[in-house]
Every structure is written in structure tokens, then in C-alpha cells.
């Protein structure tokens, strides 16, 4: 029996390997512009921090400092082990990334520490966030203190993400409990995996004659209601327009209660953007390309899920915003739908002009919706002003759309 | 008719088709050969509108394909080397959005289906999701979803790669019976027997040029339709029918 150690070396350099030619994917302009985002997402936080920092240093002493600047660092770990929990137990769950693992002469538990490796990689967008809150603290902390902080926020991190890896590992080990006895129950694993994908049939389809947009949102529609990578991304807008939904529901003063629904509707149309972009990531390039269609059709179809998107949002605050006058009921809404529409018109025309490549869409879209919040925040009203500039300079691209190549 | 004029295209340093003309008449298959690397899929590519050649021009039927895009891919059908697909849409149901999107009748169309599934071996699995079908299976929808409109000019990339016998033949029966109604076929393959059972003419590429053109004359007799070894698969496949 080959026993799992020995492959460690193979995989070592695998994984060097993984890393670079991932870290290659990203050009240099991406690289930049990813720079560029996580300088903003510091500056924001550095910006959000820094002055209650400030405060608590003046009434409580450094100390004090110290100990908020220590929770929120293991709050960031235990977020990013969180998001390494779900990433893991969904690889787990659904397939394994990668070649046909069980086909190598591996032991079971390298392939299951591999893919805990993969999973853990999600750790690093979540360690992002950490440097915005040590810089904020500079000055107000002895310089030993903070490095200290680093790298037991580091510590933590890794040490959290390894626990989550486990525990994702337990609990899908724990739903197999009471089926067929197996010998290596990590490979009973795998290979549930590996027939997750279970063959199955779907209602035979109606033909109709309709026109190629709606053609494409009925396709789109399908798309969404599969266990597709766009489903995946519908939960986040449909969960956070609930959520926005729902502050009506408690008993909060109406300014309060209208800010908080304000800010849920905007996060589920930026979502809902994001699930447009990996609707058009679902598109065959070679398929869309060679279709006897223009740029209008595809946008039509597309435009239509962000109509009637903010049109929901609109009807949960008309049914649910009662507290609010009428005026200020009109301001909302007028607000809320201008902003949905804006953001989802962002994400068709990423999603159309970059959707052979979604995860750079995504990422433009990231970045453009920080830039605007960052702005708003400095200086009100700026951030609709860079929002609209994208939009508009993002909609000249659309029309060359069949033209962009991968 | 298709006609391709002083087509360049490169990739960086490395120039993958140089001033690449020839034409392709209503009503002929012509074969396009080349060894890995040649420029077959580029051209092919090129031809179907995924990719801008960066000098010269194609032409579908007159119109100029990158001039004019719409009216010339309406001509157009296209089967891939690699062909991708909506994973999780049934074939089926992808089938019916072409056929949105290409505004076709949809009745007729779906007689159309109904028989080359048929001759494909593909009917009892038109209900599943793509995502489940094998590679020579993926290859035979993407044969299906390149011919189901009768197009004008038909572009097959390593069309036949991973059919079975019967469905190579059903196959290539369907592209003789549209090179009648008057289709131009450009079909390119790595197996010479195919082109010279299949094509009127041939295009040999080399190095991205055009090395040489050839007329069915110039490889002389025509190898059997089917093989011994295909007789005996094809009696064993339908003698359980």
C-alpha cells in the first residue's frame, strides 16, 4: 500500500506549480488593477478604523486598542475559515476539482488533503482585509505590539482554516453515516463525489416560435434554475433582497429602518449583477459567436432580468415600507430602482463584453461598485457620478461584443 | 458559395495563416488537410466568425462575414473540434433555443431534429443535460445544431472524431444529401480516407499557407465506403434491432 506521505514531495510541487500559473492568469493591467482594489478596500477600512481608533486610545489607552484591533483580526480569520467550510464542504459535496484523482495510485487521504489545500487558498481573500486595520493602528500601538498582532492573525488564519477543512471533511463523512459499511470512509467520500453527478432527465421542452431575445432569456431562465454556477450566485440576491425586505418587519425608527433597507437593496442588486455576469459566463463562446445575432437581442435579454429585478425590489418596499411617508416612500424607491437598474446594466454589459471570461468580469464589477462606495462615502453624491460613467463607458464595448475574443 | 481571400491571422511572432484564398462552390465538399498546427482550426475559426483574421476577408454567399456579420452567419453552420455547450440544458432544449435564435419554423425544425437524432443514435437521450453525454455523443449535437437550419455553407472542424460507424455514415450521408440542395461544405480532417471518400477537392495547409489544391482526380480511386471491419460492426449493431 503506497502510504500518503510519500507523495507529499509530488504534491508540493504541484501546488508550486498551481500557484504560479494561477498568479500568471492575472496580466499585468489585472494585476494592477487588483492592486489597485485592494489599496481602496485598505484605504476604506484604514478610513473606517482609524478614528475610532483614535478614541478609544484617548478614553481607554492603548490596551484597549489593542484588544478591538485583536477581535476584529479573529473575526476576519474566522470569516475567511468560513468561507473555506463552505468551499470545502461544497467540493466535497459536489465534484472533485482537477484530474481523474481516483484513477491515480494515491492513497485517498492525499487526494482529501489536496483538495482541503485547494479550499484553504480562499483563506487569503479574507487575510486582504487585515492590513487596512493594522495600518490604521500605527501609531497608536508600539510598533512591536502590531507585529506581534500580524502574526498571530496569521497564526489564527492558518490554524482556522486547517479546523475548517476538518470539519467540512466530519460533517460530509457525517451525512454518509447509516449507508453501505465502508472500508476507507475518505474514499467513500470521493467517491460520492465523483457520482454526485447522477444521471438524470428533464421535462421535454416546448418549441415555439419567439423572438432570439426571448429566446435567450428563456435559455437564461433554464440556466438559472439548474445547478449551474448562475445558481449558485442567485442565492446571495434573493437571500439579501429577503433580508432588505425584512427590516421592515422589525421595530426600528423609520430613518433607520429605511437606511438599512436602502443598503440591503443595493448589495442584492450588486449581487444580482454578479449572477448576470455568471449567466453569461455560462454561454459557449463558440456557440454565441456563430449565431446570426447582434449585440441588441443579447443585451435585450439580459436587460430584462435587471428590469425585472429592481421591479421586485420596488414592489417589497411599496408593500412593506408602510412606516415611511409617501414622500419619502417615492425617494426610496425612485433611489433604490435607479441604482438596481445601474448595477445590473453594469453586470449585462461585463457579462457580454467580458463573459468568456467571468471571473474578470467579476472582478471589474467588484471594483467599479468599491470605487463608487469608497466615492460616496468621501464625497456624497460622487459615487452614482463614477457608477453612471461606468455604465455608459461600459455599454460602447457591448456592441462590438461578438467581436472581443477570449 | 464561401470564399476565403488573402486570409492573415497570427498569434503573437507566430503567423498561423499567411494570405490563405480559395473557395468553396455551392454544392462541393472540399476537404481541408493539414498536419497539427497547420492552421486548419484557425482558418476554420476564422471562417465561422470567432476569431478576426487581421488581414483579407470571407466571404458567405457574397456577404462579407466580418463587414456584415448577421446576414452571413444566418448562412452559416459550424461543427467544432471542441464543442462547448449550456452543460446543463438538455439537448432538447439547447436545440430549441437555436432554433429561437436562428428564427426557424419551429415545427419543421423539430420534424428535422426528430430524424437526425434518429439517424445520429441520439433520440433516447435528447431529454438529458448535456453535461452527461460522452465526447463522441457531444460531437453528433454539435453535428445535429451545425446542419439542423441547411445552411449555406457548412464548416466541419474534425466533424466525424468520435462517431461510431452507422452514425459516420448517417453523417456523412447528410452532408452529400446538403451539398445537392446546393450547401458548400469545408471539411476539415486529419484522416485522409475520410476526405477522399467524402470531398470533391481538397485544400492541403501547410505552415498556414496553401500548399497545394487538389481535384478528386488527383488521388484516384476512391477507397470503399465502408470497410470490412465497419460490415461487420454495422451487421452486428443492427442485426439486434
Known amino acids: ?406 | 458559395m464561401m470564399e476565403v481571400a488573402g486570409v492573415t491571422r497570427s498569434y503573437g511572432a507566430l503567423k498561423a495563416l499567411d494570405a490563405v484564398s480559395f473557395r468553396v462552390d455551392a454544392g462541393e465538399i472540399v476537404g481541408l488537410l493539414g498536419a497539427n498546427g497547420a492552421g486548419k482550426s484557425t482558418l476554420i475559426r476564422t471562417a465561422a466568425g470567432l476569431q478576426a483574421p487581421d488581414a483579407g476577408a470571407v466571404h458567405i454567399a457574397g456577404v462579407d462575414l466580418w463587414a456584415d456579420p448577421i446576414p452571413a452567419k444566418q448562412r452559416v453552420g459550424y461543427v467544432s473540434e471542441e464543442p462547448a455547450f449550456y452543460e446543463e440544458l438538455s439537448a432538447d432544449e439547447y436545440l430549441s433555443f437555436l432554433v429561437a435564435v436562428r428564427a426557424l419554423d419551429p415545427g419543421p425544425a423539430r420534424e428535422r431534429v426528430a430524424q437526425l437524432a434518429g439517424r445520429l443514435g441520439l433520440s433516447d437521450r435528447m431529454n438529458e443535460p448535456v453535461r452527461q453525454f460522452s465526447h463522441g455523443m457531444r460531437k453528433k449535437l454539435s453535428f445535429l445544431s451545425a446542419v439542423l437550419h441547411r445552411p449555406a455553407v457548412l464548416l466541419c472542424d474534425e466533424a466525424l472524431e468520435g462517431f461510431d460507424a452507422e452514425a459516420a455514415l448517417a453523417a456523412k450521408d447528410e452532408l452529400r444529401g446538403l451539398a445537392r440542395e446546393g450547401c458548400a461544405v469545408l471539411f476539415s480532417s486529419h484522416v485522409t480516407e475520410t476526405i477522399e471518400r467524402l470531398c470533391d477537392r481538397a485544400v492541403l495547409l501547410h505552415r498556414g499557407r496553401v500548399a497545394r489544391l487538389l481535384m478528386r482526380t488527383d488521388w484516384g480511386s476512391t477507397p470503399a465506403e465502408i470497410s470490412p471491419l465497419e460490415r461487420a460492426f454495422l451487421d452486428v449493431i443492427r442485426s439486434e434491432r
Not at chain 1, 490554524?159 to 463523512?173: F, K, N, Q
Request: glycine share 8%; net charge positive; with cysteine.
Open chain 1, 1 to 406: 500500500m503506497i502510504g500518503p506521505r510519500s507523495h507529499d514531495p509530488a504534491f508540493r510541487e504541484l501546488r508550486r506549480h498551481l500557484l504560479r500559473r494561477r498568479l500568471e492568469r492575472f496580466d499585468l493591467r489585472l494585476r494592477g488593477e487588483m492592486a489597485l482594489l485592494a489599496v481602496v478596500i485598505g484605504g476604506f477600512l484604514f478610513w473606517q478604523a482609524r478614528v475610532p481608533f483614535d478614541g478609544l486610545r484617548r478614553v481607554h489607552g492603548p490596551l484597549a486598542v489593542a484588544g478591538w484591533l485583536g477581535l476584529i483580526l479573529l473575526a476576519i480569520a474566522a470569516g475567511s475559515a468560513l468561507l473555506v467550510l463552505i468551499r470545502h464542504g461544497r467540493q466535497l459535496r459536489v465534484t472533485l476539482p482537477g484530474p481523474a484523482w481516483l484513477s491515480l495510485p494515491l492513497a485517498p487521504r492525499s487526494i482529501a488533503e489536496h483538495m482541503a489545500w485547494e479550499a484553504r487558498l480562499s483563506a487569503g481573500w479574507g487575510a486582504a482585509l487585515a492590513p487596512g486595520f493594522l495600518v490604521a493602528a500605527i501609531g497608536l500601538l508600539p510598533a512591536w505590539s502590531l507585529v506581534l498582532l500580524a502574526g498571530a492573525f496569521a497564526i489564527a488564519l492558518w490554524a482556522l482554516a486547517h479546523v475548517a477543512t476538518a470539519i467540512a471533511v466530519r460533517a460530509a463523512l457525517g451525512f454518509r453515516r447509516g449507508g453501505a459499511l465502508p472500508r476507507d470512509p475518505v474514499l467513500e467520500l470521493l467517491l460520492a463525489a465523483k457520482r454526485a453527478v447522477a444521471r438524470r432527465r428533464v421535462r421535454a421542452t416546448r418549441w415555439r416560435r419567439v423572438p432570439a431575445w426571448l429566446g435567450l432569456w428563456r435559455k437564461d431562465a433554464r440556466l438559472a434554475l439548474r445547478p449551474t454556477s448562475a445558481r449558485a450566485r442567485l442565492v446571495a440576491p434573493v437571500v439579501l433582497a429577503l433580508a432588505s425586505f425584512g427590516v421592515w418587519l422589525l421595530p426600528l425608527e423609520p430613518p433607520l429602518a429605511r437606511l438599512l433597507a436602502f443598503a440591503g437593496g443595493l448589495t442584492a442588486a450588486a449581487t444580482f449583477a454578479e449572477f448576470l455576469i455568471a449567466l453569461a459566463g455560462e454561454d459557449p463562446t463558440a456557440v454565441m459567436k456563430t449565431l446570426p445575432i447582434g449585440a441588441w437581442p443579447v443585451w435585450l435579454s439580459r436587460t430584462a432580468w435587471v428590469l425585472l429585478w429592481a421591479l421586485v425590489l420596488a414592489a417589497g418596499s411599496v408593500f412593506l415600507a408602510r412606516p415611511l411617508a409617501a414622500h419619502a416612500l417615492q425617494v426610496l424607491l425612485v433611489w433604490e430602482t435607479c441604482a438596481a437598474i445601474a448595477i445590473g446594466l453594469l453586470g449585462v454589459h461585463y457579462g457580454m463584453t467580458l463573459g468568456h471570461n467571468a471571473a474578470a468580469a467579476q472582478r471589474f464589477l467588484t471594483l467599479t461598485l468599491a470605487i463608487s462606495m469608497a466615492a460616496s462615502i468621501m464625497i456624497p453624491l460622487l459615487g452614482w457620478i463614477v457608477l453612471l460613467t461606468a455604465v455608459v463607458h461600459s455599454a460602447r464595448r457591448v456592441p462590438r461584443w461578438a467581436r472581443i475574443e477570449s
